[in-house]
C-alpha cells in the first residue's frame, strides 16, 4: 500500500542551526502539506504545495521557514535558523486533490537543545 | 476561526467496553477524518467521511453535516486501541484544522 516516508524520525540539533526534514509523498498525489506537534497539543497546520508553490500558509509558517520540492519525488521542510520552541513532531502529508483524502507520514520527532 | 471540539478529552475503558467519541465543528465541512496517534506519535487514517456511515471491523464512523458533527464508535475495545484520537475538518481551504483529541485507554 503506497505511504508517506519521512526522514530521518529524529532529529537532535542545537538552538540556531538549520535542519532540513524530508518526506517522499505518494507517487501520485498532487497536494504536499507540513504539520507540526508540540509534545501533547495538537496537530497545527504549516503550509499547503501545489503546482511547485505555496498554495496556503499559517501564522506559524513565518521567514524562516522554506518548502521546496527539489524533483520528482521529495518534499522538503527547511528550517533556517532553530529555536527552542521549534521542538516537535512534523509531519508531513498528501492527498490526490484539494478536497481528498490526505495521509501522514510518520513523522520527524525535531528535538532543539 | 473554525472551532473542532472533540469529546471526552479523556476516556478510560475496561477491555471488551465499547465507546463512543464525539467532534462537533462549527462551519460547514468538506472533508472529515479521523485518526488515531499511537503511542510512537503516528497518524493512522481510520476513516476519511465527510458525510454518512463507515465501518471498519470494530470501528465505525456517522458524519451528520448538516447538524456539524461526527461520532467514531468503538466495540469491543483492545488494549491495543489505546492511543488519542484526533478528528480533523476540512473547509473551504485546503488545509485540516484537527480538534484536541481524545485521549483513550483500554485496561486489561
Known amino acids: 500500500e503506497p505511504e508517506v516516508t519521512q526522514t530521518p524520525s529524529h532529529q537532535v540539533t542545537q538552538m540556531g542551526q538549520e535542519v532540513i526534514l524530508r518526506c517522499v509523498p505518494i507517487s501520485n498525489h498532487l497536494y504536499f502539506y507540513w504539520y507540526r506537534q508540540i509534545l501533547g497539543q495538537k496537530v497545527e497546520f504549516l503550509v499547503s504545495?501545489?503546482?511547485?508553490?505555496?498554495?496556503?500558509k499559517s501564522e506559524i509558517f513565518d521567514d524562516q521557514f522554506s518548502v521546496e520540492r527539489p524533483d520528482g519525488s521529495n518534499f522538503t521542510l527547511k528550517i533556517r535558523s532553530t529555536k527552542l520552541e521549534d521542538s516537535a513532531m512534523y509531519f508531513c502529508?498528501?492527498?490526490?486533490?484539494?478536497?481528498?483524502?490526505?495521509?501522514f507520514g510518520q513523522g520527524t520527532r525535531l528535538t532543539v537543545v | 476561526g473554525i472551532q473542532v471540539e472533540q469529546s471526552p478529552p479523556d476516556l478510560i475503558l475496561q477491555e471488551g467496553a465499547n465507546s463512543t467519541l464525539r467532534c462537533n465543528f462549527s462551519d460547514s465541512v468538506n472533508n472529515l477524518q479521523w485518526f488515531h496517534q499511537n503511542p510512537w506519535g503516528q497518524l493512522i487514517n481510520l476513516f476519511y467521511?465527510?458525510?454518512g456511515t463507515k465501518q471498519n471491523g470494530r470501528l465505525s464512523a456517522t458524519t451528520v453535516a448538516t447538524e456539524r458533527y461526527s461520532l467514531l464508535y468503538i466495540s469491543s475495545s483492545q488494549t491495543t486501541d489505546s492511543g488519542v484520537y484526533f478528528c480533523a475538518r476540512q473547509g473551504g481551504s485546503e488545509k485540516l484544522v484537527f480538534g484536541k483529541g481524545t485521549k483513550l485507554t483500554v485496561n486489561p
Open positions: 467521511i465527510p458525510s
Open positions: 504545495f501545489y503546482n511547485n508553490e505555496i498554495s496556503e
Open positions: 502529508a498528501s492527498s490526490a486533490g484539494a478536497r481528498t483524502e490526505a495521509f
